[in-house]
């Protein structure tokens, strides 16, 4: 058993491991697949890494095998001990400053790097888009403040365009990660402001993470960026900026679940402006891609997340049973009939992880 065990031990272990690699790599959530600016800075960056470490792996194990076979114990000669080299300048000279040169090709592009994508030299210019990320356990808030209007978990941002982010947390630090588009970037509490920005080269629904261990529910802190046409995302603003909080559904449940929300949510909760309130701004909620960031948007999810939110999202700071299920049901009606923006709905997400 051991032996037949033994003999496949390593083909088990690559075997899981090409399972578990072969998680990795969705187009829009990995670093290997850069669809924005700053994520083909970071993947350049790794390439010139992995290629010096395969350089110095291959010397390294090439000398180690040289010496293995050549000096190995020989017949005859079990006690001779081979010539002893000390101080030799050629090869000292020689692996001092071969590391050096390989340091130095590592370092230019780094700082190179690390300053571009620190550059904020076109913030604030005529066009140019600044919007204020706010992380909150578990959630994140987006606001437009030029335009006066705010969204949740969802960003929509323009293709092709660079658009600045200013970052900060409303509690503890998060970690605003969006792998294929621009890298990552932490969310601290207090004064001190993060900015970064964000270059996608493709329409696309781009998904992103929190990165930073910020509480039970950190692993369920997603968002996604969505990139459309320069024309939609004009649209969007519009669509957005036009929005009657007040308007009334069509059907009698939903109206009466707008009448219950008005109630027992709006403390919270705003539809619409920029409001930036306890609880995320549900502005366009019946387009969304995700309830709460993580949940298919079907009702049934919705109304499970109304009575129970802290069943899905341990610790989150919404209270649990506020309505009762018969009326989270009207609710549901209401909020998901809030479409207010078409815009992005049409964009592809490719491979759903579900
Ligand atoms: C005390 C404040 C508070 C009240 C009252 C409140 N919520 Fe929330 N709600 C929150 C917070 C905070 C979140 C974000 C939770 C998270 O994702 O971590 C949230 C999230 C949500 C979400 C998901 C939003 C998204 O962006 O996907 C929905 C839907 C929602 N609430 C509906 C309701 C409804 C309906 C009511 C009334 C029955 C209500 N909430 C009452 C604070 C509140
Ligand atoms: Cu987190």
């Not at 190179?112 to 578990?138: C, H, M, P, R, W």
């Not at 294929?180 to 970037?185: C, E, L, N, P, R």
Request: charged letters at 20%; proline letters at 5%; hydrophobic letters at 40%.
């Amino acid at each position: 058993m051991r032996g037949w065990m033994g003999k496949f031990r390593s083909l088990f272990l690559f075997g899981a491991l090409t399972l578990l690699l072969a998680g990795c790599g969705e187009e829009n959530l990995s670093a290997l697949k850069p669809k924005g600016y700053g994520a083909e800075l970071l993947l350049d960056l790794m390439l010139i890494s992995i290629a010096i470490m395969i350089f110095v792996f291959i010397i390294v194990m090439a000398i180690y095998a040289f010496v293995l076979v050549r000096y190995r114990e020989k017949k005859g000669q079990e006690h001779t001990i081979p010539k002893q080299t000390e101080g030799n300048k050629a090869l000292e000279v020689i692996w001092t400053v071969i590391p050096i040169i390989l340091l130095l090709v590592l370092a230019i592009p780094t700082v190179q790097a690390t300053f571009d994508l620190a550059d904020k030299s076109t913030q604030g210019d005529e066009g140019v888009i600044t919007i204020d990320v706010t992380a909150n356990q578990y959630w994140w808030q987006f606001t437009y403040a030029d335009q006066e209007i705010a969204t949740s978990q969802e960003l929509y941002i323009p293709t092709g365009e660079r658009v600045y982010l200013n970052m900060k947390s409303s509690d503890v630090i998060h970690s605003f990660w969006l792998p294929s588009i621009a890298g990552k970037m932490d969310t601290n509490p207090g004064e001190n402001m993060n900015t970064m920005y964000l270059e996608a080269y493709e329409e696309g629904v781009y998904w992103g993470h929190c990165a930073e261990l910020c509480g039970p529910s950190h692993s369920l802190m997603d968002f996604r960026v969505i990139a459309v046409s320069q024309d939609e995302y004009d649209q969007w603003v519009e669509d957005m900026k036009n929005i009657d909080p007040e308007a009334a559904p069509e059907t009698t449940t939903a109206q009466e679940g707008q009448q219950l929300f008005n109630d027992n949510c709006m403390s919270c909760h705003a539809i619409g402006g920029a409001s930036a309130g306890v609880g995320p701004n549900l502005a366009n909620f019946g387009n969304r891609e995700k309830i709460a960031g993580i949940l298919e948007p079907t009702k049934e999810n919705l109304v499970d997340w109304i009575v129970h939110p802290d069943e899905i999202k341990p610790g989150n700071q919404m209270p649990t049973e506020i309505v009762s299920e018969e009326e989270a049901s009207k609710i549901a009606d209401y909020l998901l009939q809030l479409q207010h923006s078409d815009v992005g709905t049409d964009v592809p997400t490719q491979n759903e992880d579900e």
